[in-house]
């Protein structure tokens, strides 16, 4: 079994794939809860610095060469503007969370959109567009952002409108409840209760198919539905475990139960139909994790709470929608 520290409890090491950074993160995303319209947990930085670097996290990180960045490309535009815009988080703890202290953004997906601006613009300069999970595929199809971060989970419905480079992560869906709450052991506990889950998720679907007479009630990020959890506006709580685990971790009052239920591929959300940004993000990918800064990212956020070795990460294009 994977020890997790603090106040989260173990789980198996066959799952241990299975959680996100995003396990214990991320998310969201994924299309979990993370990332949605209400105020971030923490303050946000001056428009146009949320998520900006000072230095440089990953100095071993590659860069593409000018072979690699045609003229007129999506990665062109990208290095010609100084800054990747990332549609992502300020409020998934060990993904995508805004520190208050520093106000830079750390855990898993901030790292890695990090690394992707330094591989297209020589240097780890990023502004996070704090999106929500209804939102993601018109800030992707308007030019908003140019990537998504986000525990975006990869889809055959979702590829219809946008693009996804990787899968780079697999998490899954998991139960969370009050301290001391009983009766609630495995998904299908939750049938003929009230159940909260993040507003445009997976999770509404996967609830309604092992309890399809639990009542759903939806918020737009991981710190509200939280927030309803701990004021009894639903029993229990649908979220990748990763997320799960890092509130439990952080929260006394939140409890996991039980292990995911679904599996779900995080994918790189791209604008639909940009076969060459994508072939371009997924080669960086395979080079971030050839290079073992893939696990390093891992150790840095979720590793941070999950005992053992980073796992391996799931094969590039190995999911419908991918």
């Not at 989260?8 to 991320?26: D, E, I, K, Q």
């Not at 506990?189 to 309604?208: F, M, S």
Request: charged residues 20%; hydrophobic residues 40%; neutral net charge.
């Amino acid at each position: 079994m994977i020890q997790l520290r603090g106040n989260a409890s173990a789980l198996s090491r066959t799952r241990r794939a299975a959680l996100t950074v995003m396990a214990v993160a991320s998310l969201a995303g994924a299309a979990a809860c993370s990332g949605g319209d209400g105020s971030p947990a923490v303050p946000p930085a001056p428009a146009g610095d949320a998520g900006a670097q000072a230095g440089d996290p990953y100095p071993s990180a590659p860069v593409a060469t000018a072979a690699d960045i045609p003229a007129g490309s999506t990665m062109d535009t990208i290095k010609k503007r100084g800054e990747l815009l990332v549609g992502g988080s300020l409020d998934a703890p060990l993904l995508s969370q805004q520190n208050p202290a520093t106000g830079q953004v750390e855990g898993f997906d901030a790292d890695l959109g990090k690394m992707l601006a330094k591989y297209i613009i020589g240097k780890p300069s990023v502004k996070i567009v704090n999106s929500a999970s209804e939102t993601r595929e018109a800030l992707l199809s308007n030019g908003t952002v140019d990537v998504v971060f986000q525990t975006y989970t990869i889809t055959p419905e979702r590829a219809r409108q946008v693009a996804f480079a990787g899968p780079y992560y697999t998490s899954g869906l998991a139960v969370a409840v009050k301290k001391g709450t009983t009766g609630i052991a495995k998904p299908e506990d939750l049938d003929g209760k009230t159940v909260i889950a993040g507003a445009n998720t997976p999770a509404i679907p996967a609830i309604k198919k092992v309890a399809p007479n639990a009542k759903i009630v939806t918020f737009g990020s991981d710190p509200e539905c939280i927030q309803a959890l701990k004021q009894d506006r639903g029993v229990a709580y649908v979220q990748d475990q990763s997320l799960l685990v890092a509130d439990g971790k952080s929260d006394p009052e939140v409890q996991v139960v039980g292990e995911p239920f679904t599996t779900d591929p995080y994918g790189i959300g791209l604008k639909h139909g940009d076969d060459q940004m994508k072939k371009f993000v997924n080669d960086w990918l395979k080079k971030i994790q050839d290079a073992g800064l893939w696990q390093e990212a891992w150790k840095k956020s979720i590793g941070t709470v999950v005992q053992g070795e980073p796992p391996a990460p799931p094969a590039i294009g190995s999911v419908p929608g991918s």
